[in-house]
Nanobody
C-alpha cells in the first residue's frame, strides 16, 4: 500500500501564492506519474498539473501561474501556485500512478487539501 500526505493548503487573497506538498510513502516500486487535481463545489475533479519522467503538463487555466516539481529521492511532488484567482478555489488532491514489481499499475489519492482564494 501507498500513503499520500498533503500539506500547504489554506486561504489567500487574489494575486497571492500558496505551495502544496505531497509526500508518498509505503510500498513503492516505481512511480510512473505524480500530479495534482482539484475539485470545486458542484464540479467534476479536474487535472491541474502532472509530471511524468521529465515531462510536465498543465491545465490551460493554470499555465504560467502554477509550477509542478518532483523530488524523486524523497517521493514528493509540490505545486507552486502564484497569481491565484478566486476560480482556483477548490479541494486539491495529490495523485500518483505506480507500477508494482508484478507490473500492475496502481493509482493512489491523497486526502485533499482546501485552497480558498478570496478577498
Amino acid at each position: 500500500q501507498v500513503q499520500l500526505v498533503e500539506s500547504g493548503g489554506g486561504s489567500v487573497q487574489p494575486g497571492g501564492s500558496l505551495r502544496l506538498s505531497c509526500a508518498a510513502s509505503g510500498s513503492i516500486f516505481s512511480i510512473l506519474a505524480m500530479g495534482w487535481y482539484r475539485q470545486a463545489p458542484g464540479k467534476q475533479r479536474e487535472l491541474v498539473a502532472i509530471i511524468s519522467g521529465g515531462t510536465t503538463n498543465y491545465a490551460d487555466s493554470v499555465k504560467g501561474r502554477f509550477t509542478i516539481s518532483r523530488d524523486n529521492a524523497k517521493n514528493t511532488v509540490d505545486l507552486q501556485m502564484n497569481s491565484l484567482k478566486p476560480e482556483d478555489t477548490a479541494v486539491y488532491y495529490c495523485n500518483i500512478v505506480t507500477k508494482t514489481r508484478l507490473l500492475r499499475i496502481e493509482n493512489y489519492w491523497g486526502q485533499g487539501t482546501q485552497v480558498t482564494v478570496s478577498s
